[in-house]
């Protein structure tokens, strides 16, 4: 597996790069949603419909949290974009033997309460219009093996052009207590009527 390579100059580099393009792109970017820090190891699932996501949740990590960046993406687009690794990407080969190594390393990231991981449970890009996200079995893992707290936070995004034409993000955030659930199906059900929400919420 590819391992992320966070560097001091590597972070500041794609921190400025990240605000900087964010901002050129969308007309705004609001924030939706009442979520604290709780000292804990943040795991934060989001769903994933376009070029932008890690972007996004990089600037909101840097925002609300601040913690070291972690992201894990599909193997064969990171060594597209090795570059990536600096900004704490690490990589995941779908049905391999080796997919057990990239989620222990997962799990040892959601050790330390100085980072954040950030996961994209659909597995791949959907369409934002996609009403009902299917998680894939990497998040039961993480969820079943770990050995400390950590802090579940939803991350969901939506985007909107009007009569513009660049478009308005807002980031709907929400913080979702594990206690003793680690059931897959029950955060994927909690995950979608989040979703369905920040839907409803933007229309309005």
Known sequence: ??????????????????AVRLRRHFRFIRFEGDVKDNGLPILMIANHFSWWDGFIQ???NERFFKRRFFVMMLEQQLKKHP??????????RKNARDVIESLDYALKVLTSNQQLL???????????????????RGLE????????????????????????????????????????????????????????ACKLKQRE
């Open 83 to 92: 570059i990536l690794t600096y900004a704490g990407a690490f990589s995941i």
């Open 118 to 136: 950030l996961l994209f449970p659909q597995g791949e890009i959907k369409s934002l219009y996609t009403s009902d996200i299917r998680f894939e």
């Open 141 to 196: 893992y993480l969820l079943g093996k770990r050995m400390n707290e950590i802090q579940l936070v939803f991350n969901v995004n939506l985007i909107d052009y009007f009569s513009d034409n660049k478009p308005g993000l807002t980031v709907y955030l929400k913080e979702f207590p594990l206690r003793d659930i680690t059931s897959l199906e029950r955060i994927e059900d909690e995950f979608n009527l989040f979703a369905a």
């Open 1 to 18: 597996m590819i391992k992320a390579n966070h560097t001091f100059w590597g972070g500041l580099f794609f921190r400025y790069y990240t």
């Open 58 to 60: 990089l600037y909101t």
